[in-house]
């Protein structure tokens, strides 16, 4: 080979070495991402007191309040966060300092169990994967990720011919030379996250061009205004009253019999009305929130479910429940974490032998260049 075909050569396996950061830093975003799906879980298993039982009757909502103001004087809930039978009862407070934390409640005895401080690790983990803590930059360095894990996907569909042999005959070498068995252990994992793969990819690029459109000016509509008391609704008192919780939540159990009650938010200003959502269970993958008038009790909207929204909120409300698995309960958050671990394997396996076969053709162009220059200089 001639010196400048060995140089040319050699430029190229730089131009590849290049597109490491890349995949690196997909492979940084699929492990966050799955540590993100079950964040609420892990903190579960560390922390004992966001931990119940669940046996006995539980509690009135107003009896979880005052256990949780108690613990903290002067402080104030602003919402109920009901994780299930097996987690204590996320009281989210202002506190007097101006900083928010969260008692946990036991939701059949009403003791407090232990405060958690600032943002939850569920928070910071979902803000490191979604936008990399620095919103919108990280938000588009994020999503563009979509564009090379879904050109991976197809064009790993058309070189790996008959690809579906692997969901019934998985053949992974666990004993042969590591670049054999990642090699299977690759094929094998991307023929088994194939559906997770275009599920992912699709709802991250939905997530880009919508946040393109609306910097460019060109959203996509589906807003709507929000909710609010009217002015002649309110109170005219020196203090305003303190909202029923427990009589709001029957307003709102009323309203949709079948909805499982999951946050109760209270609301932040004398405009804004108490929010209860939850879901129904005939849609899991659209929640429903139900508006109630704090003073009156009255209520007066019903959102989300199959039936509320536009097209555009129906959509953005699937895209986002498909991409976070954050809908059917814990089972589904396994799934999404189980197949969230096999394509960060899949990740991390793809980059070990591009790393390894272009190491191999580097070395061998170096070696190539210099018998070059030799034979050239002789």
């Not at 506190?95 to 600032?118: E, K, R």
């Not at 009305?273 to 019903?302: H, K, M, N, W």
Request: proline share 6%; with cysteine; net charge positive.
């Amino acid at each position: 080979m001639s010196v400048g075909k060995s140089r040319t050569r050699l430029w190229f396996l730089w131009h590849s070495w290049l597109a490491m950061p890349i995949w690196a830093f997909l492979f940084f975003v699929c492990l966050t991402g799955t540590i993100a799906v079950v964040s609420t879980e892990i903190m579960w298993l560390v922390n004992p007191a966001m931990r119940a039982s669940g046996e006995g009757e539980p509690l009135p909502a107003s009896a979880l309040i005052a256990a949780a103001e108690a613990a903290a004087p002067g402080g104030r809930v602003n919402s109920l966060d009901w994780g299930g039978s097996h987690m204590a009862v996320g009281a989210q407070m202002a506190m007097p300092d101006g900083t928010f934390a969260t008692a946990w409640v036991n939701p059949v005895s009403g003791a407090v169990q232990g405060m958690s401080a600032g943002n939850s690790f569920r928070m910071f983990f979902r803000a490191l994967h979604g936008w990399l803590l620095t919103f919108p930059v990280g938000w588009y360095l994020v999503t563009l990720l979509a564009i090379p894990l879904l050109g991976s996907l197809i064009t790993g569909l058309v070189v790996y011919k008959r690809f579906w042999k692997s969901f019934y005959q998985p053949r992974i070498r666990w004993r042969q030379a590591p670049r054999v068995m990642w090699g299977d252990l690759h094929r094998v994992a991307g023929t088994w996250s194939i559906w997770f793969i275009a599920v992912i990819s699709v709802t991250s690029l939905w997530f880009l061009i919508y946040m393109m459109l609306f910097h460019l000016g060109m959203g996509l509509g589906g807003g709507k205004p929000p909710v609010l008391l009217a002015r002649e609704r309110l109170p005219v008192a020196a203090t305003a009253p303190k909202p029923d919780v427990d009589a709001i939540l029957s307003a709102a159990a009323a309203a949709l019999p079948d909805m499982r009650v999951r946050f109760l938010w209270l609301p932040g200003t004398a405009y804004d009305p108490a929010t209860v959502g939850g879901s129904s269970g005939q849609v899991p993958l659209l929640p429903d929130y139900v508006r109630v008038d704090p003073f009156t009790v009255e209520v007066i909207a019903i959102e989300g479910g199959a039936g509320g929204g536009s097209a555009i909120e129906l959509t953005r409300t699937i895209m986002r429940a498909l991409h976070t698995g954050d809908f059917g309960g814990l089972p589904v958050k396994l799934v999404w974490f189980a197949f969230g671990l096999l394509m960060t394997t899949l990740v991390f396996s793809g980059m070990l032998i591009w790393m390894k076969r272009t190491a191999r053709a580097t070395v061998e162009a170096v070696r190539g260049l210099r018998m070059a220059e030799g034979s050239s200089n002789a």
